[in-house]
Structures are given as structure tokens and as C-alpha cells.
């Protein structure tokens, strides 16, 4: 009988072991994740994740208008004076404005009409 240590019988038990463990390690992990990691709802301002909410008042003296026009009930806006902004990365900002832009940050705006069960 071969009892050196590196026969294949053995090592296939060292593997199928540690398997084991790391499986009972990740297993373990897993029910430590708090559950509202798990489904996030939008937040009462009704903008979606990456997005901040702006008010419209304070936008238009910075040069923004297309908020206003987002907002407007006549546009389908739900007139609450509030919108939300996903800001566009810098340099990608020039690149549509073919230079500097005419306002602070560049944003992409939606309304901010999402509800937890969007």
C-alpha cells in the first residue's frame, strides 16, 4: 500500500476539502448582507439611483432651462419645482458642448416622477 502523500487519492481529499470550506465560508458571508442591499427602492424624491434632486428655482439663474421645461405639467412635468440630474462626466460634457459649456456642470434630467413600485 502507497502511503506517500501525493498519491491522487489524497490530494483529490485536500481539494474536495477545501471546497467544503470555502463553500461554508461564502454561505456564511451571504447572511451577513443586509437585506435592503438586496432590493433598492427609489427614495421618496422620486429619482432614480445616480441621480441627484434639484430644485428648479435654483437652477435657472445658473443658465440651466431645460428643467423648467422638464417640470411643466404642459410637458408632461408633474410641476412639483423639483427634477432630478444625473451629472455627466467632465470630459464628456466638452465633448457635447464642443468646448467649455455654458453652465457649471453638464446634467442629464429626468422629472422626478418614480414611485417605489417603478
Not at 441621480?51 to 445658473?62: G, Q, W
Not at 458642448?97 to 417605489?116: A, K
Amino acid at each position: 500500500m502507497n502511503t506517500h502523500p501525493a498519491t491522487p487519492r489524497h490530494r483529490h481529499s485536500i481539494w474536495r476539502r477545501f471546497a467544503v470550506v470555502f463553500a461554508a465560508c461564502g454561505l456564511s458571508a451571504l447572511a451577513y448582507i443586509p437585506s435592503s442591499a438586496a432590493a433598492q427602492t427609489p427614495p421618496v424624491t422620486g429619482c432614480p439611483a445616480g441621480f441627484n434632486t434639484l430644485v428648479v428655482a435654483d437652477l435657472i439663474p445658473m443658465g440651466y432651462h431645460v428643467p423648467l421645461l422638464i417640470d411643466d405639467p404642459a410637458n408632461g412635468g408633474n410641476g412639483d419645482g423639483l427634477v432630478c440630474g444625473n451629472p455627466i462626466n467632465p470630459t464628456r460634457a466638452a465633448q457635447i458642448c464642443g468646448g467649455p459649456c455654458g453652465v457649471p456642470i453638464l446634467y442629464n434630467f429626468r422629472d422626478n416622477d418614480l414611485t417605489p413600485r417603478h
